[in-house]
């Protein structure tokens, strides 16, 4: 990598040549014993790793699967390549586990290429709790000619908490594509959620044409499944939809409820992901159990109207219900930005948004809120706070005290002017486009102001998460942005900006961002959690030490900072260093 920041071992060049060897279609397929046995060393100077958000030790991860609560401990199950720093043919189900969702040990891999239906690879899937609290896993397998099926696993021995070791069902592949759909996009069935008649529904995603739809199985014993004829969801001129999540929230509060919660005090969630898009769009609506029907408050247009978790970087997302503390938890994928060459230079690609709370907007009732789980907190260290400082055109105001690249961000700020906010027809923008082009260093009327992180002394490099406010016919809005367009100055890297519109209460005056900045990570919650974006960065000058942390405004009326606390952060705990302690 450049500056001769990083070098391969000689073991990780035998990993990438295998791994090639593999994918060309030479016919070399290394023993999973022989490459778990090798001993390569990860580059030691690492200035994009993260140091509290979950990673493996090494190679390439993706998807999220059936994360869960079982007898005290956390579960993750992710997408892994045990061979290469990219995807491949033999992915697994990785698996660490947890007391607290945030510092991890990483067990031994869970379900791997074994059988004719999984021997291409074992893909996503769900974890359910069935009755006894016994968990099972439904998951992709790929076979011959990327043949998709679903399959069973369940563990070998329930007595242990840590779920080590996972055998799978005799009768797989329990399910087979049906008629209608492509067999070769015909994946990632969600958590399954059981009816008043006893039978478990469970939702998998297909294609047909370039339709993307999400088709409803039922079953009584969770082996034998039958088809519903009428797709569940389905949207035109998307091609195929992945990693479908289906859950009931709460009308009442932000306390979470089990998948199979079924009365008048909830709505349901449909959540999908387009490949074409790589994002996760998500669907409040009604569902009608009888009728085995979800009608949702809006259709899926393409557009910026549509809902997402995240405007930034974060897909194949995965929800579950925990038992611990009657909450709804959010894990997502977060890929990386630079280009395959550089993953295979540092040893890895791929982590994991710091895990979310989920719960329904309850003023409105028509969007989620989403916001870092309490347990992040426990890193929290040295803290700087400012109060009360007035902010005029032009203002940069660094927070200086802490270690801006490792570090939790708490930040409102007051608006003093707001019915001078210029006017936006937003019906005719796109709001990514319009943060693009109006970018931190524009001035506008109400803004932009906001954060600059990772950035360097001279402001050569910087991140920039802002807002600005616009009038529109009856209302205000709000625009939330992540401008990337600075954040390094390598040029081989994916900088695109990103933003969204969110509605803003004139009357309340008042407006709050809270960042999460990890390395080379940044995730930002806008308006307690109402709008959220998550960016990847590679600063070549603004790392570790060099990194600083900014509040400006650049708007032509002031602005003040009500409230800013700062932390920095610790170090998450994640690999097999407790493993010892704790018997494993």
Not at 315 to 342: C, H, P
Request: aromatic share 12%; charged share 20%; with cysteine.
């Amino acid at each position: 990598m450049r500056n001769g920041i990083m070098e391969i071992s000689a073991a990780l060049l035998l990993l990438v040549l295998l791994t090639s060897l593999t994918n060309t279609g030479i016919g070399i397929e290394p023993s999973p014993h022989i490459m778990n046995s090798i001993k390569y060393k990860i580059p030691e100077k690492q200035p994009y790793r993260t140091s509290y958000h979950f990673q493996p030790p090494h190679n390439w991860m993706n998807d999220p699967n059936g994360p869960m609560y079982y007898k005290g401990v956390y579960h993750l199950f992710y997408q892994h390549n045990p061979y290469a720093a990219t995807f491949g043919d033999s992915i697994v189900w990785a698996h660490s586990v947890s007391y607290d969702l945030i510092n991890w040990i990483h067990l031994n891999i869970a379900i791997e290429p074994s059988e004719p239906y999984d021997i291409n690879s074992c893909w996503s899937g769900s974890a359910t709790i069935l009755p006894d609290d016994k968990p099972v896993i439904m998951y992709t397998g790929i076979a011959k000619n990327n043949y998709q099926v679903q399959n069973l696993a369940m563990p070998k021995n329930l007595s242990d908490p840590f779920l080590r070791e996972w055998v799978k069902h005799t009768q797989n592949a329990i399910i087979t594509p049906p008629s209608g759909v492509e067999v070769d996009n015909f994946r990632d069935p969600s958590t399954a959620w059981q009816g008043r008649d006893g039978k478990w529904r469970v939702l998998i995603c297909a294609q047909k044409g370039d339709e993307g739809k999400a088709i409803l199985y039922r079953s009584e014993d969770f082996v034998n499944w039958k088809v519903d004829p009428n797709p569940f969801y389905a949207s035109d001129g998307t091609g195929v939809c992945e990693c479908p999540d289906f859950f009931p929230v709460s009308t009442n509060g932000t306390t979470g409820v089990d998948t199979s919660v079924q009365n008048s005090s909830v709505r349901h969630v449909m959540k999908i992901g387009y490949l074409r898009r790589q994002h996760d769009y998500y669907f409040l609506g009604t569902y009608f159990p009888d009728q085995e029907k979800f009608i949702a408050d809006t259709e899926f247009i393409g557009t910026s109207l549509d809902l997402r978790y995240d405007y930034g970087k974060f897909y194949a997302s995965k929800t579950f219900f925990d038992y611990a503390k009657n909450r709804r938890i959010l894990w997502g994928w977060v890929n990386e930005s630079d280009t395959a060459q550089d993953d295979i230079m540092k040893g890895w690609a791929g982590l994991q948004a710091i895990p979310r709370q989920v719960w329904l907007d309850n003023k409105t009732g028509k969007r989620l809120i989403q916001w870092p789980i309490e347990e992040v907190e426990k890193l929290r260290g040295k803290k700087k706070s400012i109060n009360g400082e007035k902010l005029v055109s032009g203002s940069i105001l660094e927070v200086s005290g802490i270690t801006a690249s490792q570090a939790d961000v708490e930040v409102v700020f007051e608006l003093t002017e707001v019915e001078s906010a210029e006017s936006l027809d937003a019906t005719e923008v796109d709001p990514q486009l319009l943060c693009s082009e109006e970018y931190a260093s524009r001035s506008g009327i109400i803004g932009p102001f906001g954060l600059s992180a990772l950035a360097s002394d001279d402001l050569r490099e910087q991140t920039a998460v802002f807002f600005r406010i616009y009038k529109v016919p009856n209302k205000y809005i709000g625009l939330m942005c992540s401008d990337q367009s600075r954040s390094s100055l390598r040029k081989d890297l994916d900088k695109t900006t990103y933003g969204t519109f969110f509605d803003f209460d004139p009357n309340i005056k008042r407006i709050s961002l809270r960042s999460l900045i990890d390395h080379s990570i940044i995730e930002s919650f806008g308006e307690g959690g109402r709008v959220c974006i998550t960016s990847r960065v590679y600063p070549s000058l603004a790392v570790g030490k060099d990194a600083h942390l900014f509040v400006f405004n650049n708007g032509t009326r002031s602005v003040v900072i009500s409230k800013l606390n700062a932390w920095c952060m610790k170090k998450a705990e994640i690999g097999h260093n407790k493993a010892i302690s704790y018997g494993l």
